[in-house]
């Protein structure tokens, strides 16, 4: 088999990071295991960051798309009427927002999630004629321009240019416990002279994903609605890597006493890695003018395809759901006791959205290197990517789970012993 690290190394951009701490060229993937050009096998627990909540190449959507391909099905329709897409608008009303009491429009966007969060923002700024927008510390929202300016790491902010219109506060918990910072934005905006322009709208995520499993609690988010509400502000929730499941409902805030204006959805929106984004709006909001804002790609007929399965497969029945929910316990319970061998670390996220804090990025680098080395593909997350983080597909069986935690578990004791020899010998 030919050898492609030399193209990639000569061809492909700089920007490349991923590949840089796993370089092994893969060919194949099935649920949570891929393999490489070597035959080797992998445990999964990057999952394409979140867009691959099923796993790979689920066997039910695959047909499907295999069957709609094969039968010369729209590929690509912009926002023409498609059977595809009524099928999966359809499904989404029927199985996602209609049992929740929701009622939102649903806008469907470019292709990434970038591109949804593009649009909340433009139409929150239209519906209330205003500019400022609050975005929280430690927030990824998107490589674009106004993503981008809503973005709190200063690692992707270096490369942007103008990014303005945005008053970064601090996220729950920034300040240590007991500091209540919902307050310190309600008393920003109450104050005329605090230099805080009346925003717009206020973007967040209930669980940074990012940003290092930061978890924003029911009573947070609550305030932050009432002051959103308060001030004339629309909420959007960038449920775009914590949403579909990822925290064991299907919206990660369906369990918090909160009914946001807009919500922010892509990543395993189309449950099989095909591109996709949706921009959820309160039917009063929905105020655009025809092609006001729009996207090429917003019509992807492979995505409406494998989209409705995903929903009908996994969302029709409460099964799913629970099964996340003891997975999500498993990985607590493993992390917790991987933490406890690490002196000051912890165990951060919810659902499969959880990690662990090592405080070193040294230490956390080391121990992945090793995860990779011993089988598992895993990632970081946080300000210096401090924290070992663990987004396995939501469809993960419990004895690959395991074994996936004890090769994490092997590694934080080898990173430990070499530590201890080193001390020793120096």
Not at 143 to 168: D, F
Not at 314 to 328: D, H, I, L, M, N
Request: net charge negative; aromatic share 6%; hydrophobic share 40%.
């Amino acid at each position: 088999m030919t050898d492609h690290h030399d193209i990639f190394a000569g061809r492909e951009s700089q920007v490349r990071s991923y590949c840089r701490s796993f370089p092994h060229v893969l060919t194949t993937g099935l649920g949570t295991l891929v393999r490489d050009t070597e035959g080797e096998e992998y445990i999964d627990f990057l999952a394409g960051a979140g867009s691959l909540n099923y796993g790979h190449n689920d066997p039910d959507m695959k047909a499907a798309l295999i069957e709609y391909i094969s039968g010369n099905g729209i590929t690509q329709g912009l926002d023409l009427h498609t059977v595809a897409k009524g099928n999966f608008l359809t499904a989404f009303e029927e199985l996602i927002l209609e049992p929740r009491g929701m009622d939102y429009r649903v806008q469907f966007t470019g292709p990434t999630g970038t591109n949804a969060v593009e649009a909340a923002l433009k139409l929150a700024r239209k519906v209330t004629g205003r500019s400022n927008v609050i975005a929280f510390t430690n927030a990824f929202h998107g490589g674009s321009a106004g993503s981008l300016a809503a973005t709190g790491n200063r690692h992707h902010r270096m490369g942007g240019q103008g990014l303005h219109s945005v008053t970064r506060m601090p996220y729950e918990g920034y300040f240590g416990n007991g500091v209540d910072t919902s307050e310190h934005l309600a008393q920003m905006l109450a104050d005329q002279s605090s230099g805080v322009d009346t925003p717009a709208a206020i973007i967040l995520e209930t669980l940074q994903g990012e940003g290092g499993l930061n978890v924003a609690s029911s009573e947070w988010l609550q305030r932050i609605a009432s002051i959103a509400a308060e001030h004339g502000a629309l909420l959007i929730i960038d449920d775009i890597q914590a949403g579909c499941g990822r925290t064991g409902t299907f919206f990660s805030f369906e369990d918090m006493g909160v009914q946001p204006d807009l919500v922010v959805l892509s990543k395993s929106v189309s449950g099989f890695g095909i591109p996709m984004s949706l921009l959820l709006i309160r039917p009063e909001l929905d105020q655009w003018l025809p092609g006001e804002h729009n996207g090429t790609f917003r019509g992807n007929g492979h995505a409406f395809i494998t989209a409705e399965v995903a929903l009908r497969k996994f969302w029709s029945t409460a099964v799913f759901e629970e099964t996340v929910r003891q997975r999500a316990a498993q990985l607590h319970d493993g992390l917790t006791e991987i933490s406890a061998m690490i002196p000051g670390s912890r165990v951060k996220g919810r659902g499969i959205m959880q990690g662990l804090d090592v405080l070193d990025e040294n230490v956390s680098t080391a121990v992945r290197q090793t995860c990779i080395a011993n089988g598992l593909l895993i990632e970081a997350a946080g300000p210096r990517d401090e924290v070992i983080k663990i987004m396995a597909p939501l469809t993960t069986d419990e004895a690959t789970l395991d074994r996936g935690l004890e090769i994490l578990r092997a590694a934080v004791v080898e990173h430990l012993e070499g530590s201890r020899t080193r001390e020793l010998v120096g």
